[in-house]
């Protein structure tokens, strides 16, 4: 009688796994985003107004241009392993800087000053200020997790960059980045790699470009990736008129994975 219930189990195992294929269980992973409930966004909205009017005070010299969905939730791949939101705050200062390491950082003491006690406790402040790389643009960008500020020198360009060339993307684009940042998460890395979200959004979005159908099929488009992660030493996967627009000229060197405006993956 043992046999024959594990027989039966194993049958209906096998039959089961076959029913279930590799296209519903690709289609049932993209449907995991995650959905900010709406105490949520309710918390963003007032954390950021608070920042806002705190930037804006006179005597910090901060002049707010505009606010801007950043990170995977504003580029539309977010996953259900990443529940955060990002906003990206666009400023401008006249308040004196200092030069570190060739950038335009300000003096962290300015950071200090009694605008900003009561939030010292919930943030950690790192603003840098890059003129010419990125055309007057600065920004302060931060994720909202228990309200930790995150600030980045790339933030601006990276912003505008990710708006254009991954959020203006059609459903199917979106998806396939979702898919392949899902599937980058399971994999092990000797070292740290800096922008490696990023990095696969792009390489979905070249994929995309260079399958017939324009990679509507999951499927196709997902082996096709896979296909392009082996050989990405042998391609140039770079969107030169999207940085020219928003940093400047850029030199383009391949093969090799152009992901970030300042430096090239060749390893």
């Not at 107004?49 to 901060?62: A, D, G, T, Y």
């Not at 505009?66 to 400023?91: E, H, M, N, Q, W």
């Not at 990276?158 to 459903?171: D, F, G, H, N, Y």
């Not at 990679?215 to 030169?240: M, Q, W, Y």
């Amino acid at each position: 009688m043992s046999w024959r219930v594990t027989d039966f189990t194993f049958q209906k195992a096998h039959r089961l796994k076959r029913e279930y294929t590799l296209k519903a269980w690709l289609n049932e992973v993209i449907q995991q985003k995650f959905i900010p409930p709406p105490e949520a966004l309710e918390r963003v909205r007032a954390v950021t107004h608070k920042l806002i009017v705190l930037l804006q005070n006179p005597k910090n010299k901060f002049k707010v241009d505009r606010c801007a969905p950043g990170g995977s939730y504003g580029k539309r791949t977010d996953t259900c392993l990443k529940v955060d939101l990002d906003i990206v705050v666009f400023v401008s200062t006249k308040a004196k800087t200092k030069r570190q390491n060739g950038y335009d950082h300000l003096d962290p003491m300015q950071m200090r000053e009694v605008v900003f006690d009561e939030w010292r406790s919930m943030l950690q402040v790192e603003l840098g200020l890059e003129d010419e790389d990125f055309g007057g643009k600065n920004a302060l960008s931060f994720q909202l997790d228990g309200i930790d500020i995150d600030l980045s020198l790339c933030s601006p360009a990276l912003t505008e960059i990710a708006i254009q060339s991954v959020k203006q993307q059609p459903p199917h684009v979106n998806d396939l980045c979702r898919l392949t940042k899902l599937w980058q998460s399971g994999v092990p890395y000797s070292g740290w790699l800096d922008g490696r979200s990023f990095l696969f959004e792009c390489l979905s979005i070249y994929t995309v470009r260079e399958i017939p159908n324009d990679g509507r099929d999951i499927v196709e488009a997902f082996c096709s990736f896979l296909e392009n992660v082996i050989k990405f030493r042998e391609l140039t996967v770079a969107f030169p008129k999207v940085y020219e627009k928003y940093i400047g000229k850029v030199d383009v060197q391949g093969p090799g994975l152009f992901f970030n405006p300042l430096t090239h993956l060749r390893t």
